[in-house]
């Protein structure tokens, strides 16, 4: 088989030998295991996987986290030169069907450009319901925020051409959000991404799992999360000043799409401005001069407020008050720029 297996694992049990087993039979000639600071007393899984001749054995001192792993495994693969279609990453607890396993590697090798990801359905009653909840939300995030039409956002079993682990081992992330990140950058490495159902498999209700809830969903939203703190506080400051200078202009004997432009505008600006220091110091990080960030934040911008007058100018029309019709409004344009300022205005 023209793919490498890598398997990442933290304190094994017996389940990983059988998925060391399942992989050698199938025809991988190359298996890199990766032990993540492993317990003393569970290493015994990863020395009797060593009896297969496939195998090759990559350790780290101390837990270091699944992205860390991942980034070894691909950087002695990279030094392998073994001319290989790329990688099939899959997690050591049984969790891949073998089948699935095998036909996301022919998925590589037809598709040796794209990123293979095996998508789960989250549905039926053995599906917990943490998982559910947080495919089916982070799925919607990113088809919302990022334009990434991915079905399953967290699934360990992807298959990952060679030039994109070469590029991937740049990508920050060393626990789980080293995934996501994975997925958010095949937009920017233009990599397309092919998606192969799998089963869902969920052993013992996934106890099995190293994934911190709070933590490592944290990580994973990281830029979401400080994207969206800093519209929400914009958002309030610019709706908070769209509503105060629109009862102030009610009272100027103004038109009412006047009035409206002049409330729009004026609040934009004191908005735009704590919106851009903040998006480009804390949330993007941009280390562009700040003149090409700033022109390219306020045709953004100016565009924005435009088609905000206008939404809300036309909903008005229907009798829906301005405050009230700039709410909806305003969150699609949220959504829309999210994707314009990540990938254009503060694109590393």
């Known amino acids: 088989m023209n793919v490498t297996a890598v398997v990442p694992s933290l304190n094994p049990d017996e389940k990983f030998l059988r998925v060391v087993e399942g992989l050698a039979s199938a025809g991988f000639e190359t298996i890199l295991l990766v032990d993540d600071g492993s317990r003393p007393d569970c290493r015994v899984w990863f020395e009797r996987a060593m009896e297969y001749p496939q195998c090759t054995l990559l350790r780290h001192g101390k837990n270091l986290g699944k992205g860390r792993a991942l980034k070894t495994a691909m950087n002695h693969f990279l030094s392998l030169e073994n001319g290989h279609a790329g990688i099939i990453t899959l997690d050591g607890d049984g969790q891949h069907a073998l089948p699935d396993v095998l036909r996301c590697a022919e998925a590589l090798e037809a598709h040796p450009d794209s990123l293979i990801i095996g998508a789960r359905v989250f549905t039926g009653d053995h599906v917990p319901l943490r998982s559910r909840f947080g495919n089916h939300f982070t799925s919607f995030v990113f088809r919302a925020l990022c334009g990434i039409p991915v079905t399953d ?57 190293h994934f911190r809830v709070i933590r490592d969903s944290i990580a994973i939203y990281g830029l979401i999360l400080k994207f969206l703190s800093s519209s929400v506080l914009s958002f309030l400051l610019d ?66 407020m435009l088609l905000s007058y206008a939404g809300v100018y036309l909903l008005s029309l229907t009798g829906i008050p301005a405050a009230v019709a700039k709410l909806p409004v305003d969150l699609l344009l949220f959504c829309l720029s999210f994707r314009i300022q990540r990938v254009w205005v503060f694109r590393k």
């Not at 105060?244 to 202009?249: A, D, K, S, V």
């Not at 908005?271 to 090409?292: G, H, P």
């Open 153 to 209: 956002t967290q699934t360990g079993l992807r298959g990952i051409p060679t030039e994109f682990c070469r590029y991937l081992l740049d990508v920050k992330g060393e626990r789980f959000e080293f995934e996501t990140n994975m997925l958010l950058e095949t937009r920017r490495a233009e990599v397309p991404i092919h998606e192969v159902p799998i089963e869902t498999v969920y052993i013992e209700e996934n106890k099995s799992s």
């Open 239 to 304: 709706w908070g000043l769209f509503t105060l200078l629109l009862w102030l202009l009610n009272g100027a004997s103004l038109r009412a799409e006047t009035a409206i432009l002049l409330a729009t505008a004026g609040a934009r600006i004191v908005s735009s401005l704590f919106n851009y220091f903040v998006n480009r110091t804390v949330v993007f990080r941009s280390r562009d001069k700040v003149a090409t960030t700033t022109v390219k934040y306020y045709l953004l911008c100016v565009a924005q």
